[in-house]
C-alpha cells in the first residue's frame, strides 16, 4: 500500500551549507534525499518511516569529478551515469565503471548516486565492494567541518555506518595507485539487468613474476555489511600463485564470510560461489 | 504543500502539492497526462519513464518537488500536432506494442538511447531498454522497432 504522500515533509536547502546548518539545528530529525531510488521505493509501498526529507539533489556541491596526481575524488551526489561517462575513471578503475554499469537500469543510473549507494548500506549494494578493493577513503561532511576515515571502516553493521545525525557523504576518494594491477569483478544474479546480488566479488592484485605481492578483496552479500576480505588477502599476500595458494584462499575466504539465507539466495550457495570467484581471479593470475 | 513549477511538453506548470508527491502522480493526476504508466511503483520496470532535462527517469521515483524547475517530455509530448514521431511509427510498423502499458516507456527509453546513440549496437540497444520489462512481446519486436527507427533517421 502506497504511503500519503502529504505526511511527508520534504524542502530543498539552496547550498549545502544550509542542509548542514538544519541537520546540526535538529539531528536525527532529518533524511537526506538524492536520486530518491532507494528512499522513494520505500515511499511506493508505504515502508518509508522517515517523515521529514531534506533534498541534496540539486546540489552541485556533493556532484562533481576532481582528478589529482595522486586520487580522484568523486562528489557524493555524483551520479551512475556521470560516473560512466568520466574517462579518468574508466581508465583508473575498471571495477567502479563495471559495477556503476549494472546499479540498476540507464534511468535509475541518471537518477542514483555514489554517494546514496553507500549511505542505504545495503549489504549488497553494486559499488561498496570496488570501493573497498581499491581502499577508498570517505569524506563526512557537517557544519563543524570534514573527517575522513578508511571506507572499510564506514559500514558498523546491519544498515549501520560511521555517520553521525549532523553528518552527510561528502566524497569518496580513490587513489590512483592501481597501474600494473590485476582486476577483477563479478556479480553473480538472477539476470544482468536490474538484479541485487546474490553475492559479488571484486578483487586487484599485483604480482611480482609469479609472487602476490598485494591484493584486496572486496565482497558484497558476504556478510551483514560490504567487506573487505582481511584474511583471505592475509592468507595470500606474498604467496607463490599456485594449486596451494588457490586451495588456501578458498578455505580463508570461507571460514571469514557470513553469508545469510534469504529470498535471493542461501548461505551455502553465497559462500561456494565467493569461493569460486575468487578461484576465478586467482587462475587467471596464473596467466 | 509546496509550489512547484516545471516545463511539460512545452507548456509551462504552476501547481501545489505535497513535495513528496511522485512525479508520476502530479503528471497522471493533477495534470491529467496518464499515458504515463504506473507499473512496479519500484523503479524497475521503466513504465512510468520521462525525460527530465533530457535524461530518462522514472517518474515514480522523482519527488514532486525535485522536478521544480525542470523540462520534462511524457509520452504526449514525443508526437507533434497530431504526427506520429518516427520512433512511435516504427513500433506501430514492427509490431513493437501490444497490451500498450510498457509502450510509452519504451518509447521514451528508446528516445534517450538514440540521443545517445544514433546508430546503437544490439547490446546498445538491449542495455538502454533493460529497465523497460515488456510481458507481452518477448522484446524482438521492440529491439527491431528501435533499429529501424535508428536506420529511419528516427531523430
Known amino acids: 500500500m502506497r504511503s500519503d504522500a502529504a505526511l511527508f515533509e520534504l524542502e530543498a536547502p539552496a547550498t549545502l551549507d544550509a542542509v548542514l546548518a538544519q541537520i546540526a539545528a535538529e539531528p536525527g530529525k532529518f533524511t537526506a534525499i538524492a536520486g530518491g531510488t532507494e528512499l522513494m521505493v520505500a515511499l511506493g509501498t508505504g515502508r518509508?518511516?522517515?517523515?521529514s526529507l531534506l533534498s541534496i539533489q540539486h546540489?552541485?556541491?556533493?556532484?562533481?569529478i576532481g582528478v589529482e596526481d595522486d586520487a580522484i575524488h568523486i562528489g557524493a551526489g555524483t551520479t551512475f551515469t556521470d560516473i560512466r561517462r568520466n574517462a579518468a575513471i574508466a581508465e583508473n578503475f575498471p571495477l567502479l565503471i563495471q559495477s556503476a554499469s549494472w546499479t540498476g537500469s540507464v534511468a535509475n543510473q541518471n537518477r542514483g548516486t555514489l554517494g546514496g549507494?553507500?549511505?542505504?548500506?545495503?549489504?549488497?549494494?553494486?559499488?561498496?565492494?570496488?570501493?573497498?578493493?581499491?581502499?577508498?577513503?570517505?569524506?563526512?561532511?557537517?557544519?563543524?567541518?570534514?573527517?575522513?576515515?578508511?571506507y572499510s571502516d564506514f559500514h558498523l553493521g546491519y544498515k549501520r555506518t560511521a555517520l553521525r545525525p549532523d553528518e552527510l557523504l561528502h566524497s569518496i576518494s580513490v587513489p590512483r595507485e592501481f597501474d600494473g594491477y590485476r582486476q577483477y569483478i563479478r556479480k553473480v544474479g538472477t539476470r544482468n539487468a536490474q538484479a541485487i546480488s546474490k553475492v559479488a566479488l571484486a578483487c586487484v592484485a599485483r604480482m611480482e613474476g609469479d609472487v602476490i605481492a598485494d591484493i584486496r578483496i572486496g565482497a558484497a552479500s558476504l556478510a551483514d555489511r560490504p567487506?573487505?576480505?582481511?584474511?583471505?588477502?592475509?592468507?595470500?599476500?606474498?604467496?607463490?600463485?599456485?594449486?596451494?595458494?588457490?586451495?588456501a584462499g578458498r578455505a580463508t575466504l570461507a571460514s571469514e564470510a557470513k553469508p545469510i539465507d534469504d529470498i535471493r539466495s542461501t548461505a551455502m550457495y553465497r559462500a561456494a560461489v565467493a569461493e569460486n570467484l575468487l578461484e576465478e581471479f586467482l587462475r587467471s593470475l596464473m596467466i | 504543500m509546496a509550489n512547484v513549477k516545471f516545463n511539460v511538453n512545452g507548456c509551462e506548470k504552476s501547481i501545489e502539492v505535497p513535495p513528496m508527491k511522485r512525479l508520476l502522480d502530479v503528471l497522471r493526476e493533477d495534470l491529467h497526462l496518464t499515458g504515463?504508466?504506473?507499473?512496479?511503483?519500484?523503479?524497475?520496470?521503466?513504465?512510468?519513464?520521462?525525460?527530465?532535462d533530457g535524461e530518462l527517469v522514472n517518474s515514480c521515483l522523482v519527488p514532486a518537488l525535485q522536478a521544480n524547475g525542470a523540462r520534462l517530455c511524457t509520452i504526449e509530448g514525443v508526437s507533434t500536432e497530431g504526427r506520429l514521431h518516427p520512433i512511435q511509427r516504427c513500433f506501430l510498423e514492427k509490431g513493437g506494442a501490444q497490451c500498450g502499458i510498457c509502450t510509452p516507456g519504451m518509447i521514451l527509453a528508446t528516445h534517450h538511447l538514440l540521443d545517445k546513440y544514433p546508430e546503437p549496437t544490439m547490446e546498445q540497444i538491449q542495455e538502454g531498454l533493460a529497465g523497460n520489462l515488456c510481458r507481452c512481446t518477448g522484446y524482438m519486436r521492440i529491439f527491431e522497432a528501435v533499429q529501424k527507427a535508428a536506420a529511419g533517421g528516427a531523430r
Open chain 1, 48 to 51: 518509508l518511516a522517515q517523515r
Open chain 1, 59 to 64: 546540489l552541485n556541491e556533493l556532484r562533481f
Open chain 1, 117 to 150: 549507494n553507500i549511505c542505504n548500506a545495503s549489504p549488497a549494494a553494486d559499488t561498496p565492494p570496488a570501493l573497498l578493493a581499491y581502499g577508498a577513503t570517505v569524506t563526512l561532511i557537517s557544519a563543524i567541518g570534514k573527517r575522513s576515515l578508511p
Open chain 1, 227 to 247: 567487506v573487505r576480505c582481511g584474511a583471505a588477502e592475509a592468507a595470500l599476500l606474498g604467496r607463490r600463485i599456485d594449486e596451494a595458494a588457490i586451495r
Open chain 2, 36 to 52: 504515463t504508466k504506473e507499473g512496479c511503483g519500484e523503479g524497475e520496470c521503466g513504465a512510468c519513464a520521462v525525460l527530465l
